[in-house]
C-alpha cells in the first residue's frame, strides 16, 4: 500500500499481555488432545448405547409389535429405526473427532501457505474435530427423542383386535373326518363349525377315534 509507514508500540507488552500470550498458546496446543479425549468419552458411551438398545430391540421386538396393527407397527419400526441409524451416525462422528478424519498427504509448504504455521493447523483440526462432537451430540439427543417416542407407542398404542386366526379342530369318526372350529362340547356331543357350512357337524364324544388341532381345514 502507497503511503503507508509501520509504527513503532508506544509501549512494550505488559507481563499480563505475555503471561496471556503463553497461556492462549499452550491452551491451542492442547485443544487438540482434549477434544480427541472428550470424543473418546461419548464415543464409548454411544457403543454401550447403541449395544443395550440393538440388544434390547432384538429380544423383545416381535413380542412388542405382535399386538399392535399395521400401522403402528410401520410407526414404531420408524421411530426405532430412526433412533438407530441416529446413534450410528453419532457414533460415526464421534469416532471421526477421535481418530481424526481419513489422512491425506500434506507437506511443511502446504501447512504454512494455508494456516501459516503449525500451530495454527493444529487449532484448526481441534475446531473440525469440535465441530464433529458437536454433531455427534445432537444426533444423540435425536436418537434419544426417537427412541423415547418408540417406547411411548408400544405402551400407549391399541392392540390389533378382530384379526385372531381362529383355530380348527380335526375329529376322526365312524362318519369319517370332520374339521372346524369348536363350538361347544355338552351333552355327550361335539359341535364343529366348518368353513362353507351353516350347520354345525355334530360329532358323537364317544365315536371319537382321534382329533387334533390343525391350521386349516
Same mark, same amino acid.
Given at each position: 500500500? #502507497?503511503?503507508?509507514?509501520?509504527?513503532?508500540?508506544?509501549?512494550?507488552?505488559?507481563?499480563?499481555?505475555?503471561?496471556?500470550?503463553?497461556?492462549?498458546?499452550?491452551?491451542?496446543?492442547?485443544?487438540?488432545?482434549?477434544?480427541?479425549?472428550?470424543?473418546?468419552?461419548?464415543?464409548?458411551?454411544?457403543?454401550?448405547?447403541?449395544?443395550?438398545?440393538?440388544?434390547?430391540?432384538?429380544?423383545?421386538?416381535?413380542? #412388542?409389535?405382535?399386538?399392535?396393527?399395521?400401522?403402528?407397527?410401520?410407526?414404531? #419400526?420408524?421411530?426405532?429405526?430412526?433412533?438407530?441409524?441416529?446413534?450410528?451416525?453419532?457414533?460415526?462422528?464421534?469416532?471421526?473427532?477421535?481418530?481424526?478424519?481419513?489422512?491425506?498427504?500434506? #507437506?511443511?509448504?502446504?501447512? &504454512?501457505?494455508? &494456516?501459516?504455521?503449525?500451530?495454527?493447523?493444529?487449532?484448526?483440526?481441534?475446531?473440525?474435530?469440535?465441530?464433529?462432537?458437536?454433531?455427534?451430540?445432537?444426533?444423540?439427543?435425536?436418537?434419544?427423542?426417537?427412541?423415547?417416542?418408540?417406547?411411548?407407542?408400544?405402551?400407549?398404542?391399541?392392540?390389533?383386535?378382530?384379526?385372531?386366526?381362529?383355530?380348527?379342530?380335526?375329529?376322526?369318526?365312524?362318519?369319517?373326518?370332520?374339521?372346524?372350529?369348536?363350538?361347544?362340547?355338552?351333552?355327550?356331543?361335539?359341535?364343529?363349525?366348518?368353513?362353507?357350512? &351353516?350347520?354345525?357337524?355334530?360329532?358323537?364324544?364317544?365315536?371319537?377315534?382321534?382329533?387334533?388341532?390343525?391350521?386349516?381345514?
Amino acid at each position: 500500500m #502507497t503511503g503507508y509507514r509501520p509504527r513503532r508500540p508506544t509501549s512494550a507488552p505488559s507481563a499480563f499481555d505475555l503471561a496471556e500470550r503463553d497461556a492462549f498458546r499452550a491452551m491451542s496446543a492442547e485443544s487438540l488432545d482434549a477434544v480427541r479425549a472428550g470424543a473418546e468419552t461419548w464415543r464409548n458411551g454411544l457403543t454401550a448405547f447403541i449395544t443395550l438398545v440393538t440388544t434390547g430391540v432384538v429380544i423383545k421386538g416381535r413380542d #412388542t409389535t405382535s399386538a399392535l396393527s399395521d400401522g403402528w407397527k410401520t410407526a414404531l #419400526t420408524l421411530l426405532i429405526g430412526g433412533g438407530l441409524l441416529a446413534a450410528l451416525t453419532g457414533l460415526w462422528q464421534a469416532l471421526a473427532a477421535q481418530a481424526g478424519t481419513r489422512p491425506r498427504a500434506t #507437506t511443511l509448504s502446504a501447512v &504454512h501457505e494455508r &494456516h501459516g504455521s503449525i500451530a495454527a493447523y493444529k487449532v484448526a483440526l481441534a475446531a473440525a474435530a469440535a465441530r464433529r462432537l458437536r454433531r455427534a451430540q445432537y444426533l444423540v439427543a435425536l436418537a434419544l427423542a426417537l427412541l423415547l417416542a418408540g417406547i411411548v407407542v408400544t405402551w400407549w398404542a391399541p392392540a390389533e383386535t378382530g384379526k385372531e386366526k381362529p383355530v380348527y379342530l380335526k375329529v376322526t369318526h365312524p362318519g369319517g373326518p370332520s374339521c372346524g372350529v369348536l363350538r361347544s362340547a355338552d351333552g355327550g356331543k361335539l359341535r364343529l363349525q366348518s368353513p362353507g357350512r &351353516h350347520d354345525p357337524v355334530v360329532v358323537p364324544l364317544s365315536g371319537i377315534a382321534n382329533m387334533s388341532v390343525v391350521k386349516s381345514c
